[in-house]
């Protein structure tokens, strides 16, 4: 069965304050590493895919990293409006060719 | 391009009553999916459509739950009788439907609360 560990849980940072979130996975051969933002009361909004391990892919202040075993969101400069819960997804090569298992997220809050 | 829609946003419930949810894809996305997220978890996938067949219906409890999406369009996830650990926020989402590996598209979810 895939599964997503996303850590830390929760981050708070001051405007500015660059951090990067992990999330760590096991699946039966990685079809794709997606990541989201999802916003209080709304639901989640596609940031990026990644597909094979070293590949890098960058959005604004954002910049997702992928490797064998984990992914991270790189934060540059994080801005209050970039808080939000980050939701990693894998899919799989086992099982149903679409499902996406999610982790639990990470709460990032930027202070101002 | 509109994105997902779906109604009701919020719903209140009596446990045992029974309730209805609609969605209405992006234009042109063959495959649906609905998910529930519990607070403070991430999203789990109920079922999936590809058109008006089920393709994965494997996480949903099928002894309250049900969906059905007749003209490959629309679809209605119908849950009966509720249950207390039924509150969550529903969530549809659509795809192309033309690649296994696709993004998925979300609408903005039907938080649902059974008393």
């Known amino acids: 069965e895939d599964q997503v560990t996303q850590s830390p849980e929760a981050l708070r940072l001051q405007e500015g304050e660059s951090s990067s979130l992990n999330c760590s996975y096991t699946v039966s051969g990685l079809r794709g590493l997606f990541w989201y933002r999802q916003d209080p009361g709304k639901g989640p909004e596609f940031l990026f895919t990644?597909?094979?391990a070293g590949e890098e892919k960058e959005k604004e202040r954002l910049k997702a990293t992928l490797t064998k075993k984990e992914s991270f969101l790189h934060i540059t400069a994080p801005k209050p409006e970039d808080s939000a819960t980050y939701l990693c997804a894998v899919q799989g090569r086992g099982g149903s060719n679409y499902k996406l298992t999610f982790g639990k997220g990470t709460l990032l809050t930027v202070n101002p | 391009e509109a994105g997902v829609a779906q109604s009701p946003r919020y719903k209140i419930i009596e446990k045992r009553q029974s309730v209805a949810f609609w969605c209405n894809p992006i234009s042109g996305h063959a495959t649906l999916y609905w998910y529930q997220q519990i607070l403070g978890q991430g999203p789990k996938l109920l079922i999936q459509f590809q058109n008006n067949g089920v393709v994965d219906d494997s996480q949903l409890p099928k002894d309250r739950f049900s969906a059905e999406r007749l003209k490959g369009v629309d679809s209605t996830l119908k849950i009966q009788p509720a249950k207390l650990e039924d509150s969550a926020v529903y969530l549809c989402?659509?795809?192309?439907?033309?690649?296994?590996?696709?993004?998925?598209?979300f609408g903005p979810g039907t938080r649902l609360l059974v008393l």
């Open positions: 989402a659509s795809s192309l439907g033309q690649k296994v590996l696709e993004t998925q598209y």
């Open positions: 990644l597909y094979s």
